[in-house]
């Protein structure tokens, strides 16, 4: 079954197809307290954002019916509609929009067995289209605001994540392609647990300081986002070598020492030879990777869902991103003061870090190594938030 991270591997290259979202996760855990099969979970829309009024800001939930497989869109009233061509209006694009309430918080429904995004923009509408699949299906184009032809680039918007099932609510709130609206998202049943909140003036830290580290400048769209290094590459607009140097070093320094990684309750060593980092216990070896490999956690950091070479690879791609396999041959690290202090990093991750209020986020795909990443789940879920958080 795909992962989590694979889809936002694949989100990351691809604008066509409906999101899994932590399908797998959610797959994964089941049995003491999951919710009853067939159960809809309340979800409430807070606008905090004290610049757009709830008339300005519009709600889409969007992804798959984990059923039938098919690609889905969530009506005002909670129910599931399968996309179709005649969605699509005059215009070409297909509304998909709910308008929040005309005053106060808004009151929808995650319906039962669906994975996928629910998206909100603020200003102006989005424009998804329902194109025809490879397979002759209808699927759901969605909105790429790192792509500065989409035709809903020039409209301020962002998205969190949900898989929900018999097994319970898993989300997040996530930054791997972009980041511009501050979201927090507040998930109540068996305990009540929020993620994703930003530090008074969070964002507009992260903004300026991104603005001021030359290689990371020019990933910063006025006022409207911030693309993720890795699809700033393909835009031109950050340095396709900008961790050659890093990579270089770690893999000089472990082809006369041992990296140590554990996971699953176990230890793999490894060392490079012959140009490859080669590890103990049937680890697939790894490649020297790119930068982008990097960035996206892909290419020579792919991690498949095998329980084997994938974990090892996640933990590799964090430890470059957070620049700590050079002083902790000891892996996944686990000190957070310890992240980012190299001046080759991820500043981008680092920034978001640094102004999360619980020190989470999803900067990178693997940023949930060692717990990291701005993710929730419950297994018997009552109710789901989301606050648009203010603008400053």
Request: glycine share 12%.
């Amino acid at each position: 079954m795909p992962t989590r991270r694979s889809f936002l591997q694949g989100m990351a290259v691809a604008l066509v197809g409906a999101p899994i979202g932590a399908a797998a996760i959610a797959a994964q855990t089941s049995g003491r307290g999951a919710q009853a099969a067939g159960a809809t979970l309340p979800m409430t829309v807070v606008n905090h954002t004290y610049r757009y009024a709830n008339g300005q800001i519009w709600c889409y939930v969007v992804g798959t019916d984990l059923v039938s497989g098919k690609q889905v869109y969530v009506r005002a009233d909670g129910t599931k509609q399968q996309v179709s061509a005649s969605d699509n209006g005059s215009d070409g694009f297909a509304d998909l929009s709910i308008p929040l309430a005309g005053d106060g918080d808004t009151k929808l429904t995650i319906p039962a067995d669906m994975s996928g995004r629910v998206y909100f923009s603020l200003g102006e509408k989005l424009k998804f289209k329902v194109v025809t699949d490879g397979a002759g299906n209808a699927a759901l184009q969605y909105p790429a605001g790192w792509v500065s032809s989409d035709p809903s680039y020039g409209v301020l918007h962002d998205f969190v994540e949900f898989t929900h099932n018999s097994a319970g609510m898993f989300c997040n709130t996530t930054m791997v392609d972009m980041f511009s609206v501050p979201l927090a998202i507040t998930l109540t049943g068996s305990a009540t647990q929020s993620t994703g909140g930003l530090v008074p003036g969070g964002r507009d830290a992260i903004f300026r300081g991104l603005a001021q580290v030359p290689e990371f400048a020019s990933l910063v769209v006025d006022d409207l986002r911030i693309i993720a290094p890795g699809h700033g590459i393909e835009a031109g607009l950050f340095p396709a070598t900008y961790f050659d140097s890093a990579i270089d070093a770690v893999w000089q320094k472990y082809a006369s020492t041992p990296l140590t990684v554990s996971v699953n309750g176990g230890t793999r060593t490894g060392r490079v030879s012959g140009g490859t980092f080669q590890f103990d216990g049937g680890v697939a070896p790894f490649a020297k990777p790119s930068t982008r490999d990097v960035l996206f956690c892909d290419g020579a950091l792919a991690a498949p869902n095998d329980g084997v070479t994938g974990p090892v690879a996640a933990v590799l791609a964090a430890g470059l991103n957070r620049s700590t396999l050079l002083s902790q041959p000891n892996q996944p690290a686990t000190d957070p003061g310890t992240f980012y202090r190299e001046s080759v990093t991820n500043h981008y991750a680092r920034l978001l870090h640094e102004n999360s209020a619980d020190g989470k986020a999803y900067g990178f795909a693997f940023d949930d190594v060692a717990g990291f990443a701005s993710y929730i789940q419950d297994t018997a879920p009552t109710s789901f938030t989301v606050e648009l958080a203010p603008f400053q």
